[in-house]
């Protein structure tokens, strides 16, 4: 073990934790797996029902870091150069000059984006795995930290293109907030009956310390026991009769990292099997295909996953710290 202090990767967690509840009600989990994306420098993608929240929650996290910020709503005819930008020919200098499109911010917010076509859609494809985007054979690197908030509506599909498994590849984890409690939707009401707490928000980190945090996060210490165990896991994907498409090892690269940061934000130097077995679903779950038999079944993929869950046996280790590590 290094003796890597998560102190200050903690702080920061609790203060966009606090500040994000401002405007959320609840969700903390969700408010939690997101710091893990953004320490991650990863993207999410927010699945769930109209009305929930998500634009909000995605709004409310831009906000509360010193990061440039833009909003893409998708549509059907929205197109490729409405995202990355467009060379226009400027008479006076006689010269061609590049606008860049909302993609070169740091925080893009990519609303409804399974409303627009495939090519608009593998527009972003560059951007978010190569961080960089190239216009007219000209390649432009986008300012770091670099993140895709995506939102979608899984239940309405008419007028809607799916997100090919490429893309949805490139989200580093898939998150649904759910209904709130009752008392959390009082709550709610109350919050929002005079004026949204949104436009007050102020931000609590800038960009310089989410990506110092970052790169403090790639530091958190992961024994071998747990690289076998996620190793496992993964590969349980990958010969199930369950499945008709298992994980690829981005998928097995994205759990160690986003573990890597949960454990961080959680005060600790070093992961835990329990650190892995939370992040599967957000982390695996988008990236797999239940097989004919299983959607006959009506099996999804949270339960097949709880099953590998099950089947593979934990590790057991008395110090996770690896202190008396060679």
Wanted: charged residues 25%; hydrophobic residues 45%; negative net charge.
């Amino acid at each position: 073990m290094t003796g890597l202090d998560t102190s200050a990767i903690q702080e920061g967690g609790r203060r966009v934790r606090e500040n994000v509840a401002r405007v959320i009600v609840g969700k903390e989990s969700v408010v939690e797996l997101m710091l893990v994306a953004l320490f991650c420098e990863g993207h999410v993608l927010l699945e769930d029902v109209p009305g929930i929240g998500k634009t909000t929650l995605a709004k409310a996290l831009a906000r509360s870091l010193g990061c440039t910020f833009r909003r893409i709503q998708f549509t059907p005819d929205l197109l490729p150069s409405d995202i990355t930008g467009v060379s226009i020919y400027n008479q006076a200098t006689r010269e061609f000059e590049f606008r860049a499109g909302p993609v070169f911010a740091q925080i893009v917010l990519a609303d409804e984006i399974n409303r627009a076509g495939p090519r608009t859609q593998s527009a972003l494809l560059e951007a978010m795995q190569e961080r960089q985007v190239t216009v007219d054979g000209i390649t432009r690197a986008l300012a770091p930290p670099f993140l895709v908030l995506a939102t979608q509506n899984p239940i309405e599909l008419e007028g809607t293109f799916p997100l090919p498994e490429a893309q949805l590849d490139r989200f580093l984890l898939r998150l649904s907030l759910g209904y709130p409690e009752p008392d959390e939707e009082r709550a709610i009401l109350r919050r929002f009956r005079l004026e949204d707490p949104l436009v007050g928000l102020q931000p609590v980190l800038s960009a310089e310390q989410v990506l110092a945090l970052a790169a403090r996060c790639r530091q958190v210490f992961v024994h071998e026991a747990i690289e076998d165990y996620m190793i496992a896991l993964v590969s349980a994907t990958r010969t199930s009769d369950a499945l008709a498409l298992g994980a690829s090892p981005r998928g097995t690269l994205a759990l160690h990292r986003t573990s890597q940061a949960l454990a961080a934000l959680q005060g600790r130097s070093f992961v835990l099997p329990d650190d892995v077995q939370r992040l599967i679903e957000p982390v695996l779950g988008h990236r797999l295909i239940p097989s004919a038999k299983m959607r006959l079944h009506a099996k999804g993929i949270r339960d097949i996953l709880a099953d590998f869950v099950a089947q593979v046996p934990v590790p057991v280790e008395e110090n996770w710290s690896g202190e008396h590590s060679t």
